[in-house]
């Protein structure tokens, strides 16, 4: 089970930047992907973005796209979320989370194939 830490939220005014961390432990995967995922209140938690540990490779929702960007420390076993521009509508709390195996690009967001989360870090963007 691979265990799961994120830190690095907080409160911004909307243009503003926060860098959020994903911490792993236990048994982390060699190959696989660590995604982050946000949820609002009332709404459904949604894929914010992946990257592919072994690779490097990454894949953003829409809604981010050209404003955040994930990437990876291997020897810290750490995984970043680094927010630009950040919106209003980008308050929500922050999840990380680790898959195994190979997903596709339509599987990527999908919650069932991460079996571990954090405990999640609050971002709060003001207008």
């Known amino acids: 089970q691979v265990q799961l830490v994120e830190s690095g939220g907080g409160s911004v005014q909307a243009g503003g930047s926060l860098r959020l961390s994903c911490a792993a432990s236990?048994?982390?995967?060699?190959?696989?992907?660590i995604g982050w995922f946000r949820q609002a209140p009332g709404k459904e938690r949604e894929g914010v973005a992946l990257i592919r540990i072994k690779t490097g490779g990454t894949g953003y929702a829409d809604s981010v796209t050209g404003r955040f960007t994930i990437s990876q420390d291997n020897a810290k076993n750490t995984v970043y979320l680094q927010m630009n521009s950040l919106k209003p509508e980008d308050t929500a709390m922050y999840y990380c989370?680790?898959?195994?195996?190979?997903?596709?690009?339509?599987?990527?967001?999908?919650?069932?194939?991460?079996?571990?989360w954090g405990q999640g870090t609050q971002v709060t963007v003001s207008s």
């Open positions: 236990g048994n982390t995967y060699s190959d696989g992907y």
């Open positions: 989370a680790s898959a195994g195996g190979q997903l596709t690009f339509y599987s990527r967001f999908n919650r069932s194939y991460y079996n571990s």
